[in-house]
T-cell receptor, first 116, second 112 residues
Framework: GAVVSQHPSWVICKSGTSVKIECRSLDFQATTMFWYRQFPKQSLMLMATSNEGSKATYEQGVEKDKFLINHASLTLSTLTVTSAHPEDSSFYIC????????????FGQGTRLTVV | QKEVEQDPGPLSVPEGAIVSLNCTYSNSAFQYFMWYRQYSRKGPELLMYTYSSGNKEDGRFTAQVDKSSKYISLFIRDSQPSDSATYLCAMSYLSGNTPLVFGKGTRLSVIA
């Protein structure tokens, strides 16, 4: 089946630094990718919709200047957490759909970010 | 009221038991209903999906949707220790490439 690869799987960074997370569709092109965040024992919450060649669409309450999204190619979207703080520590997951169908959404492995 | 409610558990059952996992939702516009399995520190894996009301069976798994009650279920027959994971329900209004609305997930442990 389709594969979505996310890197890194975990990262620890110091408060105030920036972290980049990559999401790649390995065997299909994805004009749209979604970024979610999951806190412990909580559901996945949509952060933003990443659109190839255009600006990302952010959900209410998500700071676009803090969570920079770049979808520079049809197979790669990146999420950069800028000036990270401990409250940004979470599990970040991306998803993409090979045929553009909601019933075929594949998820990356997730990235566990810990800000110390 | 959250759009999707799911009891987080944990739910512990003996091997071979029938497991019933459920979600309720508030928005009648949801048309597509998915169940995902998520192992610890991994991304969700799609198990099955259902469109509108009805049942769908795939091996040991059966998904049911009752739109009149805004209630969906996932049944696992002959549960195995390898089924131990967190099960997330997810829903969408549209069939196209749209984001999903997730429940919190139910943590299931199947004890050998």
């Amino acid at each position: 089946g389709a594969v979505v690869s996310q890197h890194p799987s975990w990262v620890i960074c110091k408060s105030g630094t920036s972290v980049k997370i990559e999401c790649r569709s390995l065997d299909f092109q994805a004009t749209t990718m979604f970024w979610y965040r999951q806190f412990p024992k909580q559901s996945l919450m949509l952060m933003a919709t990443s659109n190839e060649g255009s600006k990302a669409t952010y959900e209410q309450g998500v700071e676009k200047d803090k969570f920079l999204i770049n979808h520079a190619s049809l197979t790669l979207s990146t999420l950069t957490v800028t000036s990270a703080h401990p409250e940004d520590s979470s599990f970040y997951i991306c998803s993409a759909s090979p045929q553009g169908l909601v019933t075929e959404a594949f998820f990356g492995q997730g990235t566990r970010l810990t800000v110390v | 009221q959250k759009e999707v409610e799911q009891d987080p558990g944990p739910l512990s059952v003996p091997e071979g038991a029938i497991v019933s996992l459920n979600c309720t939702y508030s928005n009648s516009a949801f048309q597509y209903f998915m169940w995902y399995r998520q192992y610890s520190r991994k991304g969700p894996e799609l198990l099955m999906y259902t469109y509108s009301s009805g049942n769908k069976e795939d091996g040991r798994f059966t998904a049911q949707v009752d739109k009149s009650s805004k209630y969906i279920s996932l049944f696992i027959r002959d549960s195995q220790p390898s089924d131990s994971a967190t099960y997330l329900c997810a829903m969408s209004y549209l069939s196209g490439n749209t984001p999903l609305v997730f429940g919190k997930g139910t943590r299931l442990s199947v004890i050998a």
